[in-house]
């Protein structure tokens, strides 16, 4: 916030710094790692809802708060891609974006800044909290209703996953095979944030309901139709709703 309060007037730029808040799934992806940096988080032991607690209206306020001073707008409606795009072509200055895309800013088919990129770590959106980006796996997975042989399908990964593949997939996206070397240039940058993130969501499916009713109301905060506890309470509600006819809640 106090770098784009510098490179808000920066005529050579559109935006000093975006953030994914394009759509639903993006405002509760963003709002996952700030409350959690925050020290909360969505569900009591209980399944009753606590992202309308203090940690949940200090997050989204922060969010808010990002919005306002970096973004406005404009900024509110790019997506990953638009940030990358962005970036890599000098009219944003700096932007939070997913690990794998690291790669694009050193492609000269891609980029007109090549060399002139570094990665840091996701930043802390509580200083001194846990960095706000997460960690996710892919799996290969064969699915009960696969009509196709699963030994041919098991033999399919296996190529996939064989040193070679993973050798020309790390120049693109982090490998979990600790014999591939990474090549990553933003490597270090990754493994620090997964090392000190927030991790992931609980693996509870009552967290589902809740993300679902997240989607569904914390875009209002970017708008300014709703205040962050307005959103999170009217999304407490639906999920209170949803979770009970589910059975979560009593």
């Given at each position: 916030?106090?770098?784009?309060?510098?490179?808000?007037?920066?005529?050579?730029?559109?935006?000093?710094?975006?953030?994914?808040?394009?759509?639903?799934?993006?405002?509760?992806?963003?709002?996952?790692?700030?409350?959690?940096?925050?020290?909360?988080?969505?569900?009591?032991?209980?399944?009753?809802?606590?992202?309308?607690?203090?940690?949940?209206?200090?997050?989204?306020?922060?969010?808010?708060?990002?919005?306002?001073?970096?973004?406005?707008?404009e900024g509110i409606t790019y997506s990953i891609d638009?940030?990358?795009?962005?970036?890599?072509?000098?009219?944003?200055?700096?932007?939070?974006?997913?690990?794998?895309?690291?790669?694009?800013?050193?492609?000269?088919?891609?980029?007109?800044?090549?060399?002139?990129?570094?990665?840091?770590?996701?930043?802390?959106?509580?200083?001194?909290?846990?960095?706000?980006?997460?960690?996710?796996?892919?799996?290969?997975?064969?699915?009960?209703?696969?009509?196709?042989?699963?030994?041919?399908?098991?033999?399919?990964?296996?190529?996939?996953?064989?040193?070679?593949?993973?050798?020309?997939?790390?120049?693109?996206?982090?490998?979990?095979?600790?014999?591939?070397?990474?090549?990553?240039?933003?490597?270090?940058?990754?493994?620090?944030?997964?090392?000190?993130?927030?991790?992931?969501?609980?693996?509870?499916?009552?967290?589902?309901?809740?993300?679902?009713?997240?989607?569904?109301?914390?875009?209002?905060?970017?708008?300014?139709?709703?205040?962050?506890?307005?959103?999170?309470?009217?999304?407490?509600?639906?999920?209170?709703?949803?979770?009970?006819?589910?059975?979560?809640?009593?």
């Amino acid at each position: 916030m106090a770098a784009c309060e510098v490179l808000k007037d920066e005529p050579s730029i559109n935006l000093p710094f975006t953030m994914q808040v394009h759509a639903g799934w993006a405002w509760e992806f963003r709002f996952f790692s700030f409350i959690r940096s925050f020290g909360g988080d969505y569900l009591n032991d209980d399944n009753s809802p606590a992202f309308n607690g203090p940690e949940g209206v200090t997050a989204a306020t922060k969010i808010k708060a990002v919005i306002d001073a970096c973004m406005g707008p404009e900024g509110i409606t790019y997506s990953i891609d638009d940030s990358a795009n962005g970036l890599a072509n000098g009219t944003i200055a700096f932007i939070h974006t997913w690990a794998g895309q690291g790669a694009i800013f050193e492609d000269p088919d891609t980029s007109s800044v090549v060399g002139l990129i570094e990665s840091a770590p996701a930043a802390a959106p509580n200083p001194g909290g846990l960095l706000g980006g997460s960690a996710w796996h892919d799996y290969f997975i064969i699915p009960v209703t696969n009509e196709v042989d699963p030994d041919f399908v098991f033999r399919l990964i296996m190529e996939a996953t064989d040193k070679q593949s993973q050798e020309e997939g790390a120049k693109i996206q982090p490998m979990t095979r600790l014999s591939v070397p990474e090549y990553l240039a933003n490597a270090a940058a990754i493994n620090e944030t997964i090392a000190h993130g927030v991790g992931i969501y609980d693996a509870n499916p009552a967290v589902v309901l809740a993300q679902t009713a997240l989607w569904n109301w914390l875009p209002f905060i970017g708008t300014g139709e709703m205040t962050p506890q307005e959103a999170l309470d009217a999304a407490a509600a639906e999920y209170i709703a949803e979770a009970t006819v589910q059975g979560y809640l009593p």
